[in-house]
C-alpha cells in the first residue's frame, strides 16, 4: 500500500498532541488528589518551593510537575522570576468543586478505563457484559465529581423549568423518584430547590446509595430524602408525579422494560424526565469532539454494563433522540418531546 508521507507526517504531528493529553491525565489526578490545583488558586504567581511550603509536598517532584502544567498550557509560567500562576479562568476548571466547569472528576472516570483495562480486554473476546460494580471504585466518585457541576448549574435553573407543568408541582409539594441516582447528587440539587416535596433515589448499586445517604444528611435534606437500593425494572412506590432518570437509561439492559416499569409508578399526570448524553442519531454526525469522549466512555462503561444485564440491548451512550423514543413508546408512553439540551445532554420529558 501507498504511503501518503505528508499525510502521514501530519498525523503522527497529531499524535504528539494526543500522546501529551494522555500523559498530562495521570499529573490533573495527582493535582487534585494532592490539592495542588486548590493549593494555588486565587494565591497569585508562586516559585516550586512557595507551593512546597504550602502544601508539604517535596519540592523537587512539585517543580516537574508545575513545569508540565505550564507545558500543557494549564498554569501559566514568568521565567524571569520563575514562578507558576494558577489563573482565575483555570481555577475555575481545577480547583472549585462547585464550578459548572470543574473537570477533575473526568479524569477520575479515565482512572477507571485504565485500571479495567483487563476485563474489558476479557470482555471484548468473550462477549460478556461488565457491571457497573465489577469496575474500580475511582468510576463511581469520578461520575459524581464530572456529572454534578452540570447539573447544578442546569438542573433547577433550565432543565425543569422546560417540563411542562413541573417546576409549579415541585413548589407545591409532590412525590419524585430519581433512578439510577448514583451518589445522590441530582437527588439532593432537587430536595435543596423544592422543600415542600419529598424524594426518594434508587441505585442497584449498594455502595452509591451508602455514600448518597451521607450525601443527604450533609446538605441537611435527608428529611424530605431517602434512598433505597433497588433496580430500574422493580423500585417501588407508585402515583410518583415525577420520575427522573440521570444519564443512565442507555446503560440498562432492558430499558423497555424499565420505561414499562416507570409509566406504573407514575400517577396519569406524571412526567417522566430523562437527561441522556447529547448525541445525533446518526454515527457519522456524531463524529467530532463530544461525540468522541461519549464513544470512548461508552465502548469502556455504557454497553458493558447493558450487557451485563437482562435484554442486553447495549444502547450506548450515543443512542440518540430516535431510538431513545421508540424504547419509550414500547414502554408504553404516547408523549414524548426534546424539552432542552446542551452541549452534552439532551433533556427528554415523556407522559402517559
Not at 37 to 54: D, K, Q, V, W
Request: hydrophobic share 40%; net charge negative.
Amino acid at each position: 500500500m501507498a504511503i501518503d508521507q505528508e499525510r502521514l507526517q501530519h498525523f503522527m504531528g497529531r499524535m504528539v498532541g494526543e500522546f501529551g493529553a494522555v500523559a498530562s491525565a495521570a499529573l490533573i489526578l495527582l493535582g487534585d488528589k494532592l490539592g495542588l490545583y486548590r493549593a494555588m488558586a486565587g494565591r497569585g504567581p508562586m516559585t516550586s518551593a512557595e507551593l512546597a511550603t504550602r502544601t508539604g509536598m517535596t519540592e523537587r517532584y512539585l517543580r516537574e510537575w508545575l513545569a508540565a502544567q505550564a507545558a500543557a498550557g494549564f498554569l501559566e509560567y514568568t521565567p524571569a522570576t520563575k514562578t507558576y500562576e494558577l489563573q482565575a479562568e483555570q481555577a475555575l476548571c481545577f480547583a472549585d468543586d462547585s464550578s459548572p466547569v470543574f473537570i477533575p472528576g473526568f479524569f477520575q472516570v479515565c482512572e477507571s478505563m485504565f485500571c479495567d483495562l483487563p476485563i474489558l480486554e476479557a470482555a471484548f473476546r468473550s462477549g460478556k457484559g461488565v457491571g457497573w460494580h465489577e469496575h474500580n471504585h475511582a468510576l463511581f466518585h469520578g461520575t459524581e465529581r464530572f456529572f454534578r457541576p452540570g447539573y447544578a448549574a442546569n438542573l433547577v435553573s433550565a432543565w425543569i423549568p422546560a417540563l411542562e407543568g413541573v417546576e409549579a408541582k415541585l413548589k407545591s409539594g409532590v412525590s419524585v423518584a430519581d433512578v439510577g441516582c448514583g451518589h445522590g447528587a441530582s437527588t439532593v440539587l432537587m430536595a435543596q430547590a423544592y422543600p415542600d416535596s419529598t424524594f426518594v433515589g434508587f441505585d442497584y448499586h449498594e455502595p452509591s446509595i451508602r455514600r448518597a445517604r451521607d450525601a443527604a444528611e450533609k446538605a441537611g435534606v435527608a428529611d424530605r430524602t431517602r434512598f433505597e437500593v433497588a433496580a430500574a425494572k422493580d423500585f417501588p412506590g407508585h402515583n410518583y408525579q415525577l420520575v427522573t432518570f440521570f444519564d443512565c437509561l442507555h446503560d440498562m439492559g432492558d430499558p423497555i422494560g424499565a420505561a414499562a416499569h416507570v409509566r406504573q409508578s407514575l400517577s396519569p399526570d406524571g412526567t417522566w424526565m430523562i437527561v441522556e448524553p447529547f448525541a445525533n442519531d446518526q454515527t457519522e454526525d456524531n463524529l467530532n469532539p463530544v461525540g468522541r469522549i461519549f464513544y470512548a466512555a461508552s465502548t469502556m462503561i455504557c454497553t458493558p454494563a447493558s450487557l451485563s444485564q437482562d435484554g442486553q440491548m447495549g444502547l450506548g451512550a450515543q443512542a440518540g433522540e430516535a431510538r431513545l423514543k421508540d424504547v419509550v413508546s414500547k414502554g408504553g408512553f404516547s408523549h414524548f418531546r426534546r424539552a432542552t439540551e446542551t452541549p452534552f445532554n439532551l433533556v427528554l420529558e415523556a407522559r402517559i
